[in-house]
């Protein structure tokens, strides 16, 4: 190992002992790498019994991260419906659909990306601080910090980062970034400016919650009384209305406690205790880092 090497493992196993202690420290939230700020947290309310399917949002997005993507005439084809999609390191989004309750009308359209969650699992899972939450509610990824060791995966409550699994050298972690670079310049979110029949509404989440009350209200009989992620995991940006059970739309059923509350108590419990993990933890963070170093380094070289 040479001596910067050596000096930056020592410095990168020490940001990781940091990281991890301040983990098992009787703290919250993921300090330092973003907070939740209701005045200025955006979102999108999503209206399952409007959206008709179409995919363009699918195409809209691809085409706004320079991401292949076939022709938008080709998102016309439903047989993609025959099976289930998850978002993955092709698409930051998918739509899937299932079979309405009400048997005479037609089945329903669910668009699918990151939650943006207020108090963000993967935020607080990620040993480098590779992931954090932009005031506006968006929750990004940084790939130069990214150490590939997938705790953000584990985290997640919606398993939504996705792996390049396909990459041998320097795969990166993918998933819905809010458009934040469009909403820095101005501009909505590639998905929410295509939509055709405005099955999603971009602004203020506290104004969401009230246009998603007075939708219920406006319309009874049409939607279940719940806004998903109003407080699920202690609220998501992006929200649901709908005409039935979420639970029928592979929304998974989850607490109103953040989600890394949960998996700080567990770390507390394990860490608090017991010292040898956590030196372990920094070591598997140094050596991960140095190794992705590495193979920058011998790709430089190639080049
Ligand atoms: S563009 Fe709008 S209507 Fe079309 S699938 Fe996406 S959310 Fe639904
Ligand atoms: S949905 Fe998953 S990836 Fe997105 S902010 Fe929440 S925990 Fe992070
Ligand atoms: S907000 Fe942007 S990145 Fe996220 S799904 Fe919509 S278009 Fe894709």
Same mark, same amino acid.
């Not at 309310?45 to 363009?56: E, P, W």
């Not at 041998?168 to 939509?195: H, M, N, W, Y």
């Not at 806004?227 to 989850?254: H, N, R």
């Given at each position: 190992m040479s001596k910067q090497s050596r000096r930056d493992f020592l410095k990168t196993t020490a940001i990781a002992t940091t990281a991890i202690t301040g983990l098992a420290s009787k703290k919250t939230k993921a300090e330092g790498r973003g907070v939740y700020l209701p005045d200025k947290?955006?979102?999108?309310?999503?209206?399952?019994?409007?959206?008709?399917?179409?995919? $363009?949002?699918?195409?809209?997005?691809?085409?706004?991260?320079? @991401?292949?993507?076939? /022709?938008?005439?080709n998102y016309d084809d439903r047989t993609v419906y025959e099976n289930m999609r998850r978002p993955d390191y092709t698409s930051y989004t998918v739509v899937n659909e299932y079979e309405n309750d009400d048997t005479g009308k037609f089945p329903i359209d669910v668009k699918v990306q990151c939650m943006h969650c207020n108090q963000p699992a993967c935020v607080s899972a990620c040993i480098v601080g590779a992931f954090s939450k932009l005031e506006n509610g968006a929750v990004v990824w940084d790939e130069s910090k990214c150490i590939g060791c997938r705790y953000c995966m584990v985290a997640c409550p919606f398993q939504i980062?996705?792996?390049?699994?396909?990459?041998?050298?320097?795969?990166?972690?993918?998933?819905?970034?809010?458009?934040?670079?469009?909403?820095?310049?101005?501009?909505?979110?590639?998905?929410?400016?295509?939509?055709p029949v405005?099955?999603?509404?971009?602004?203020? $989440?506290?104004?969401?919650?009230?246009?998603?009350?007075?939708? @219920?209200?406006?319309? /009874?009989?049409?939607?279940?009384?719940?806004?998903?992620?109003?407080?699920?995991?202690?609220?998501?940006?992006?929200?649901?209305?709908?005409?039935?059970?979420?639970?029928?739309?592979?929304?998974?059923?989850?607490?109103?406690d953040p989600a890394p509350g949960v998996s700080e108590s567990i770390q507390h419990g394990l860490f608090a205790y017991f010292v040898?993990?956590?030196?372990?933890?920094?070591?598997?963070?140094?050596?991960?880092?140095?190794n992705k170093n590495k193979k920058s380094e011998s790709e430089e070289e190639q080049l």
């Open positions: 947290a955006m979102g999108v309310l999503v209206d399952t019994t409007v959206c008709i399917g179409c995919r $363009r949002c699918e195409w809209a997005c691809k085409t706004a991260h320079d @991401m292949p993507t076939p /022709p938008l005439e980062p996705a792996f390049e699994y396909q990459k041998a050298i320097q795969p990166r972690i993918t998933k819905c970034d809010f458009c934040s670079a469009r909403q820095a310049e101005g501009k909505l979110p590639a998905c929410v400016e295509i939509c405005e099955a999603l509404t971009f602004g203020k $989440r506290e104004d969401l919650i009230q246009v998603a009350k007075e939708k @219920m209200r406006l319309y /009874p009989g049409r939607y279940v009384d719940h806004i998903y992620g109003e407080f699920e995991v202690g609220g998501t940006s992006w929200m649901y209305l709908a005409s039935q059970d979420f639970s029928k739309l592979a929304f998974p059923k989850l607490q109103r040898p993990p956590i030196a372990l933890y920094a070591l598997l963070g140094g050596v991960m880092w140095l």
